[in-house]
RNA sequence: GUCUCCGUAGCUCAGCCGGAUAGAGCACCAGAUUCCUAAUCUGGGGGCCGUGGGUUCGAAUCCCGCCGGGGACACCA
């Protein structure tokens, strides 16, 4: 059952429609829409059916608009209608319909805004996955965040929802870290070698030169005493230390992320090992498949144009014919040593979450990624067959974090490099996790350390929390008076004394919120609910601004009982549906602000 | 060179799978202050929605070109 008020008129309008023209066809019946008014002149919701359904019946849309208008009109929930500009239908409804959802939301607390809208479909959304070779920087912040406000809005919106971490583990990078753990490993017995005759033994050179990975080597001098390196303490044969120094430093990377991802508020229903799915053949078996499918053959590609790469030559390789799918190119599954690209692990591990039943797939990638995009959804398209499954990606653009106006730079060299811990021991994790939501994602952001501490109406964190305090110190001052502030009794009260426009308006905002939950799910946006709650605290602001001029508008009125029962009823729903609203986010709510 | 994201008030940004007179905060201007929390509030001015075409009843929104900015472009992840 929808609380959405706008559905259930939609649903009105579009059953006047099947009475008077039965004959409309299905493809333009959904193209009704019956959304909120922007002008209150204009009532409280309008809609479009007689624009997009007159021309089909060979009616002018106003003449139709007027057909439609009687219908309704006989409906008790319509207070009355009009016909305005080319053809909306402006709809105003009977007060009890804006006033009964103040009991809906009381009865529903936090749920409110829950919809059916996704009809269980399975959702998985797949975010951070950062590579276990460091801390969280900043960059993983706005994924993190990003991906899981949007799971979180994903299960409100109705779905089946899994948030996912695959661990990158088996590419060039982990080797690199095993590489650099085992230096540290040296370190910590005391070798003679130079960081610098170290690195020139490293096939590539020596990578990851962070401090975090000494406790990785002390661990390792700990556990395994001398016996990984040779008599003179220098580096042995890898075969002799190799597994044991990666094994450890995984393992002490992924503690160390997901210790930062608990300091978050960040949790997973699952974490998938890239490694584990390779040693299972899940690559192999893909590859497999598409074979048969046709789709894999060798092939040299063009060279890219402009500016060519150093060491560019041609080379024939196994291409997965992404071009069949809408990519640009055809894209290399294998890479000149034999093994497997990223892509070709990608692709198996897309396939896994299909087996395991995600009919939606939503990952959250950095915007370095973008280019990535289109070869994953033509993996995905592919391999889904005749299977609804498919693929959208979230693409989170660059965070510059800015403290004291200026620029911090974010660069390992210089030592100015921003983790995640740190900016949480900075921020707080609430107000990291809003303000991180106050950007569309794949707009840059500047992350401002200074407002988003600040106790001003700029923060919209502090704002959309000072609203929330507000309410409830009414509702203990209420308490104090011996009212019932219990959501039960508060939802039996008699509003109609409500009819202020500020409350009104407020209401108005309220009954907007399943409706907005659906339509960020659709969007994939889960910035909408940052905007939408600074909007509401906007208005509860207001009202409470209004008070002060105007007595009657306090929410404690002495001597007015049951007028008093229904502010409170209406302060009560305001403050379930910012907590809704920041539980989605992530955001805990505070009780006061002192 | 190709792809992609962005371009909206002086500034930072919403709005974008088409809807009516394009919104918010900051800044600016003018007022308010014995009050449930002044951690201020109320009101006002301010816009060729980068630009030129197209699609249609209707375009900031969709399509194409151009200008300006970010990012990505075999064998990294």
Not at 146 to 159: F, R
Request: glycine share 6%.
């Amino acid at each position: 059952m929808s609380n959405n008020i706008y559905t259930i008129f939609r649903n009105y309008v579009v059953d006047a429609v099947k009475q008077i023209a039965p004959q409309t066809p299905q493809s333009l019946l959904a193209k009704i829409d019956v959304s909120p008014t922007k002008d209150p002149a204009h009532g409280d919701m309008a809609s479009n059916v007689a624009l997009v359904v007159s021309g089909s019946l060979k009616l002018a849309p106003k003449v139709f608009a007027a057909q439609i208008a009687e219908v309704l009109n006989a409906n008790p929930a319509v207070l009355s209608t009009a016909v305005a500009g080319p053809g909306f239908l402006n709809i105003f409804a009977h007060k009890s319909v804006l006033l009964a959802v103040l009991p809906d939301i009381l009865r529903e607390h936090e749920a409110y805004g829950a919809s059916t809208l996704g009809n269980r479909v399975v959702v998985n959304v797949e975010y951070v996955s950062a590579n276990p070779t460091g801390p969280m920087h900043i960059g993983h912040c706005r994924g993190a965040v990003v991906g899981d406000a949007l799971a979180n809005l994903m299960a409100k919106a109705g779905y089946s929802v899994t948030k996912e971490y695959l661990i990158n583990d088996a590419g060039g990078q982990v080797i690199a870290l095993a590489w650099a753990a085992y230096w540290r490993y040296l370190e910590a017995i005391g070798t003679s070698l130079t960081e610098e005759e170290y690195s020139a033994r490293v096939p590539g050179g020596m990578q990851y030169r962070g401090e975090y990975l000494i406790p990785v080597g002390e661990k390792l001098a700990a556990d395994h005493g001398q016996s990984l390196a040779t008599a003179t303490k220098e580096n042995a044969d890898p075969s002799i230390w190799f597994e044991t120094v990666r094994e450890c430093a995984l393992s002490m990377m992924m503690t160390g992320i997901r210790e930062d991802l608990d300091l978050l508020g960040v949790y997973f229903d699952r974490f998938s090992s890239e490694r584990d799915l390779v040693l299972k053949g899940a690559t192999d078996a893909t590859i497999e498949k598409l074979t048969a499918m046709g789709l894999i053959y060798n092939g040299t590609l063009e060279p890219p144009k402009g500016k060519l790469p150093d060491d560019w030559e041609p080379r024939e390789q196994m291409l997965f014919r992404a071009t069949q799918f809408g990519d640009d190119v055809d894209r290399p599954l294998r890479k000149s040593d034999g093994s497997n690209t990223y892509f070709a692990n990608d692709i198996a591990y897309h396939a896994d979450k299909m087996a395991r039943g995600a009919e939606i797939m939503i990952d959250v990638w950095g915007a370095d990624h973008g280019g990535y995009v289109s070869r994953m959804q033509a993996a995905t398209k592919a391999l889904a067959g005749e299977s609804k499954a498919h693929l959208d990606v979230v693409l989170c653009q660059i965070v510059k974090v800015l403290k004291g106006g200026e620029l911090v730079r974010m660069s390992k060299r210089a030592g100015t490099f921003i983790t995640l811990r740190d900016l949480l021991e900075e921020v707080g994790r609430d107000a990291v996790r809003f303000t991180m939501l106050t950007r569309k994602s794949d707009a840059q952001m500047d992350f401002d350390i200074d407002q988003a501490i600040a106790q001003t109406r700029e923060n919209p964190v502090f704002y959309v929390q000072y609203a929330h305090a507000r309410c409830r110190s009414v509702l203990r001052a209420a308490a104090e008076q011996q009212i019932d502030t219990s959501a039960e009794s508060l939802a039996q009260a008699d509003l109609s004394s409500l009819e202020n426009e500020a409350e009104i308006a407020l209401i108005r905002r309220l009954a907007g919120w399943p409706r907005l939950v659906e339509q960020a799910a659709l969007a994939r946006e889960p910035h909408r609910i940052a905007f939408f709650l600074y909007e509401l605290a906007g208005d509860f602001h207001m009202l409470w601004n209004r008070g002060r001029d105007d007595s009657t508008l306090r929410f404690l009125q002495a001597e007015h009982p049951a007028a008093t029962r229904a502010k409170i009823a209406l302060v009560s729903a305001t403050a379930m549906v910012i907590r809704s609203g920041l539980a989605v986010m992530g955001v805990a709510p505070v009780e006061e602000m002192r």
